[in-house]
């Protein structure tokens, strides 16, 4: 009798425990993408005590570059040694980073800590990805999508709020040392609760190849932030970076071939979905942060809105966002089916983005509103599905590279959509404001990155007005592009097979199925 009702609430029990790993994985998720974000509106108060302007964007460029170069190495190390240890590894590097950036004394050491804080970072998405992949069968996966949503515009939205509330109450370090505490509560849960099984690769780490990865994104990170404000895009120097970033990319995917252990099998790329997720991943970082650049500053100059509550003007963009991906998550677990949701999800993100291109200086709140809630319904059927079919598409030995991939690929789309987005926008601007401003115009572009809604209040009214006209113009153009780039991922999806998802499907017996990964309480 006793052994009866041990049986019976074996499934509860691993139910509950799996709930507690995906409590602490979505701590960690939250600290990965919250940490930009409060940080960012840490910055003005920390140029202020540490000094060292002109060094002011290596403190975001140097975590970029570090967190895209690690990427793909710590969904390797995950493979070949085990996700568990390997994914604990990168929290306390992490945090590691975090408590020594708190301490930092002057520009110089918050950006060399920063670096150590990226490198950490690289492995937190990556394995909270990764882990997911182990846990839970791609079949019953989609009904943790909303939650990965959930965290995602929790971040975004609280993100500056957070931030600026620590700054303002216990000061800027403390931006850095919040995440102590979750990390430690995340390093707590997964050490008692996530029982994953070991690995022990006998190949040795492909070095040349994470040194060849590491140069080419470090190149080509360091173009899209550089091109159009730090050089010209015609200069020499960024002549030399492309030119350093094609010939490691080429040289990385030859020695790819000969490597004993590949950090990224090319193998993985045989698989048209998983190719195409790549193309569509790479899209949706284009447009999302994009999307999320431009709109606040839109929002501010041409609304009058106020900065301060920034996160909250993305709200009609990032609740239609979690509510899609909420459903779309449930549909594709109960039914099993997914296909229809990367081309639904990129004909709304093509038709959104052209309508956020046609605001102008006489659009309300109400009608970005809708525009935006076109485009977060486009990112909700994207966004987490991407990731689903990606794993679904590889071994499971392949599972940490493959979620490694799929997360670079979004981190590269970010960094072009910022660049390229953000090079049209600019020349937009510059080129109405010389039209329509003259000589106070071209001042008043100079100053623009710190234009708020009060600065434009004390501006002439022809100034400000067409400072306004310009900023409604570069929202066009990069908008426009946007629309035109989302072309491309709906290409991607059309050609999209729909294989069936691994690890469900009632036709499976018990005695079928693979052996679940170990969690305890």
Not at 97 to 107: C, E, R, T, V, W
Not at 244 to 250: E, T, W
Not at 304 to 327: D, E, I, K, Q, R
Not at 394 to 410: H, P, Q
């Amino acid at each position: 009798m006793a052994d009866t009702q041990t049986v019976e609430t074996e499934p509860d029990k691993k139910q509950r425990s799996v709930r507690v790993v995906l409590l602490a994985l979505m701590i960690t998720m939250m600290l990965a993408m919250l940490d930009n974000m409060i940080v960012g509106t840490a910055m003005p108060t920390i140029v202020g005590e540490l000094g060292g302007l002109e060094h002011l964007s290596w403190v975001v460029t140097a975590y970029t570059l570090a967190t895209a170069a690690a990427t793909p190495l710590w969904g390797k190390l995950g493979d070949m040694y085990g996700r568990k240890g390997v994914f604990m590894s990168s929290i306390v590097l992490f945090l590691i980073g975090s408590a020594l950036s708190g301490m930092a004394q002057d520009m110089g050491q918050l950006i060399g800590f920063r670096a150590v804080q990226g490198l950490g970072a690289g492995g937190l998405m990556v394995g909270v990805m990764a882990i997911i992949g182990d846990l839970i069968p791609p079949r019953e996966r989609g009904k943790y999508q909303g939650m990965m949503a959930g965290v995602m515009a929790l971040a975004m939205i609280g993100g500056p709020l957070v931030g600026g509330t620590i700054t303002d109450n216990w000061g800027w370090r403390w931006s850095f040392y919040i995440n102590l505490p979750l990390g430690v509560v995340s390093l707590g849960l997964i050490s008692a609760v996530l029982h994953l099984p070991k690995k022990r690769a006998q190949a040795r780490i492909d070095y040349l190849g994470a040194a060849l990865l590491t140069v080419g994104i470090t190149s080509i990170v360091l173009v899209t932030t550089w091109g159009g404000t730090e050089y010209a895009w015609t200069s020499a120097r960024i002549m030399e970076l492309i030119g350093i970033g094609v010939a490691a990319l080429v040289g990385f995917v030859f020695w790819q071939t000969k490597a004993a252990e590949p950090v990224v099998p090319l193998h993985i790329f045989r698989s048209r979905n998983f190719t195409l997720m790549s193309v569509i991943g790479f899209i949706t970082g284009f447009v999302m942060f994009g999307a999320t650049l431009f709109l606040p500053l839109y929002q501010q100059s041409v609304q009058g809105a106020s900065a301060t509550n920034s996160g909250l003007l993305l709200l009609p963009m990032l609740g239609a966002m979690l509510v899609t991906s909420m459903v779309a998550g449930r549909i594709t677990t109960n039914s099993g089916r997914y296909y229809v949701f990367p081309v639904v999800g990129s004909v709304l993100m093509v038709i959104g983005l052209y309508l956020l291109s046609t605001m102008d200086t006489g659009t309300s709140r109400f009608t970005s509103g809708v525009f935006m809630a076109v485009v977060g319904l486009g990112m909700g059927c994207l966004m987490q599905i991407t990731m689903l079919v990606a794993q679904n598409s590889v071994e499971m030995k392949d599972m940490g590279v493959a979620s490694s991939s799929t997360t670079l690929f979004r981190t590269l789309g970010s960094s072009f959509g910022v660049a390229i987005m953000g090079a049209l926008f600019n020349h937009r601007v510059q080129d109405v404001m010389a039209e329509r401003g003259g000589a106070m115009g071209a001042k008043v572009t100079e100053q623009s990155a710190t234009l708020n809604a009060k600065g434009l209040e004390k501006l002439p009214a022809t100034v400000r007005e067409a400072y306004q006209f310009a900023v409604s113009a570069g929202t066009h153009s990069a908008f426009l592009l946007g629309s035109i780039v989302a072309v491309v991922a709906l290409v991607a999806a059309v050609f999209v097979k729909e294989v069936p998802l691994k690890g469900a499907g009632p036709q499976k017996s018990a005695d079928d199925a693979a052996p679940a990964p170990l969690v305890e309480v």
